[in-house]
C-alpha cells in the first residue's frame, strides 16, 4: 500500500466581473474496495460560494454542487487529500475467448451503475468510428482472450500516437484526434474506450490523477503530476473490470489514483456547469501528488 497526500489547485480570471452561475465539481478520490482508500478530504473554494452540497451520481462519482454569486473577477479552488492505494496484483488472464465474450454480457442480469450493459452502446462523444474500429480489428488479431485484446489494442494505439498537448482541446472529438494521431490522455482514452465497443468489449472512461516521477537525478517539481485518464473493460465475470492506460501503455498500478467513470469524458468532467460570462477568461490548474508512506 502507499499513501499520497494530494493537492489540486484550479486558478480562473475574468476578463469581467461574471453573473450567476452553478458549477459541478467531480474531483475527489475515490473510495474503491480492495483497492483505494480516502482518508480525508478537504475542497476550499474562494470567493466562498452562495451555496454548497455534495451528491453521489449514478456512477458513484462523489460531486460537490456550488451556485457561485454574481460579481466574481477570480476564482480559486484547492483540494487537499490523503489517499491509500494498493497497487492491483499481476494475476492469471482468466478472462474469456473475445468470441465468447457476447455471451458472457448476455448472462449478466445486473443492471447497476458497474454493469457491462452501460459500456457497450456508442455514447454522446464516443460515436461509432469506422477508422477506429478497423484499426482496432487490426491490433487485436492474434489475441485470443479478453485481456489480452484489451491489452494489444491499448499498446497498439500507444506506438500509433504521439503524445501531443497542443493538438487538440476539450471538446475535440475522438475521431478527429486519431486521424491527427495526435492529442493527450483524454483522447488517447476516448479512442481506445470507442475501439474496445466496436471489438463487442464493454469499456468506460476513467478520470482520475497520475502520480509521475522525474528524470534519475533531477528533482520532483511541485505541480508536476497531472489529471489524468484511462479506460477500464469488463473481461468477463470471472475477471471483472481491468484497467489499462493507452498513454503509457501499462495496466493501471499504484500511482493511477481514481476520481470516477463513466461512458465518456461528459460523464467525469472535473468541471461543468453554467457562469454566465460577457468577456473572455483565462484558467490553469496544477496538481501535486506526494509519497507520504506505505
Known amino acids: 500500500m502507499t499513501i499520497y497526500a494530494l493537492r489540486l489547485a484550479i486558478h480562473y480570471e475574468f476578463d469581467r466581473p461574471t453573473g450567476a452561475g452553478r458549477q459541478l465539481f467531480r474531483i475527489l478520490p475515490a473510495e474503491v474496495p480492495g483497492l483505494q482508500r480516502l482518508r480525508h478530504a478537504r475542497v476550499m ?3 466562498a460560494p452562495a ?6 451520481d449514478f456512477f458513484g462519482t462523489r460531486v460537490i454542487e456550488v451556485a457561485m454569486p454574481p460579481g466574481l473577477t477570480e476564482l480559486d479552488l484547492v483540494l487537499e487529500a490523503e489517499v491509500d492505494r494498493i497497487a492491483p496484483e499481476a494475476a492469471l488472464d482468466i478472462s474469456p475467448d473475445l468470441a465468447d465474450l457476447a455471451s458472457h454480457i448476455a448472462a449478466c442480469r445486473d443492471v447497476g451503475a458497474t454493469s457491462p450493459h452501460h459500456f457497450l452502446a456508442p455514447s454522446r462523444r464516443i460515436p461509432p468510428m469506422p477508422a477506429v474500429a478497423g484499426f482496432a480489428a487490426d491490433a487485436v488479431k492474434g489475441a485470443d482472450t479478453v485481456q489480452q485484446a484489451v491489452q494489444a489494442l491499448g499498446q497498439a494505439l500507444h506506438d500509433a500516437m504521439t503524445f501531443d498537448a497542443g493538438a487538440t482541446e476539450v471538446d475535440t ?6 486521424a491527427l494521431r495526435r492529442g493527450v490522455c ?10 474496445l465497443r466496436s471489438l463487442g468489449i464493454p469499456a468506460a472512461y476513467v478520470a482520475g490523477y497520475l502520480r509521475t516521477l522525474p528524470p534519475p537525478g533531477k528533482p520532483r517539481l511541485v505541480g508536476a503530476d497531472a489529471m489524468h485518464a484511462w479506460v477500464r473493460a469488463w473481461a468477463g465475470a470471472r475477471t471483472g473490470w481491468v484497467d489499462y492506460d493507452p498513454t503509457n501503455a501499462c495496466f493501471a498500478r499504484a500511482d493511477h489514483i481514481d476520481v470516477g467513470f463513466g461512458r465518456d469524458y461528459g460523464d ?26 506505505g
Request: without cysteine; proline residues 6%; negative net charge.
Open 173 to 178: 472529438s475522438p475521431a478527429h484526434a486519431f
Open 45 to 47: 473554494l474562494a470567493p
Open 186 to 195: 483524454q483522447d488517447f482514452a476516448q479512442i481506445m474506450v470507442g475501439g
Open 51 to 56: 451555496e454548497r452540497v455534495e451528491f453521489t
Open 268 to 293: 467525469v468532467a472535473p468541471v461543468t456547469g453554467m457562469l454566465r460570462l460577457d468577456g473572455s477568461q483565462t484558467g490553469s490548474h496544477s496538481v501535486d501528488i506526494e509519497e507520504t508512506g
